[in-house]
C-alpha cells in the first residue's frame, strides 16, 4: 500500500480529494488504478504525469517498484517554454 497524493489539477479529476491509498506494485499499476477508479485522470495520464517517490521525481519510468508504504506526489507536467 503507498500513499498518493494529487497534486493541483490532478486532485480536481478526483472530485477534489487528494490524497487516497493504492495498492500498486510500480507506476504502470498505480496510473491503471487511478484510471480505473477516476476516469478523467486518463488525459493527464496520456499527456505526461511526473512522479515523485519519497522526493525522487521519476519521469516516464512506468516499470520503477514502489516501495511499501511510499509517499507519492503525482504531479502534471508543466507545459510551455
Known amino acids: 500500500m503507498v500513499e498518493v497524493i494529487l497534486w493541483g489539477s490532478l486532485s480536481a479529476v478526483a472530485g477534489g480529494k487528494a490524497k487516497h491509498d493504492i495498492e500498486a506494485k510500480d507506476i504502470r499499476e ?14 493527464w495520464i496520456d499527456r505526461g504525469i511526473a512522479v515523485a517517490i519519497d522526493g525522487t521525481i521519476y519521469r516516464d519510468t512506468w516499470s520503477k517498484e514502489l516501495p511499501p508504504g511510499a509517499e507519492i506526489f503525482l504531479l502534471p507536467r508543466l507545459a510551455g517554454g
Do not use: S
Not at 30 to 43: S, V
Open 30 to 43: 498505480l496510473f491503471r488504478k487511478l484510471a480505473e477508479q477516476y476516469p478523467g485522470i486518463e488525459p
